[in-house]
Nanobody, 121 residues
Framework: QVQLVESGGGLVQPGESLRLSCAAS????????MGWYRQAPGRQRELVAAVTSGGSTNYADSVKGRFTISRDNLKSTVYLQMTSLKPEDTAVYYCKADPYCSGDGCYSAIWGQGTLVTVSS
């Protein structure tokens, strides 16, 4: 099964932008949907955005119009472009691959290790 590694987090000021990347160790062609989740201190992990293999996307209401998820199957990478960042966007952001089957077998959902995004002046 693939492994996921997130990168691109950091400290930014309100109103600034960041792009997160989620690199898979293998092909993501067979993965029906991939998403970005986040977890702020003391809060439950929540869906931020998801993209299907066909390119359909959905977003949490709190990020609509500010965040864009994209998927590059050839590079086995999923991106999250974040603009107009707010302090309430501060969280650890995780990449997730939904359960999938490939020629090697079937696999349960896979999570990356997370990358911290801090929005503060």
């Amino acid at each position: 099964q693939v492994q996921l590694v997130e990168s691109g987090g950091g400290l930014v000021q309100p109103g600034e932008s960041l792009r997160l990347s989620c690199a898979a160790s293998g092909s993501i062609f067979s993965i029906p949907a991939m998403g970005w989740y986040r977890q702020a201190p003391g809060r439950q992990r929540e869906l931020v955005a998801a993209v299907t293999s066909g390119g359909s996307t959905n977003y949490a209401d709190s990020v609509k119009g500010r965040f864009t998820i994209s998927r590059d199957n050839l590079k086995s990478t999923v991106y999250l472009q974040m603009t107009s960042l707010k302090p309430e966007d501060t969280a650890v952001y995780y990449c997730k691959a939904d359960p999938y089957c490939s020629g090697d077998g079937c696999y349960s959902a896979i999570w990356g290790q997370g990358t911290l995004v801090t929005v503060s002046s």
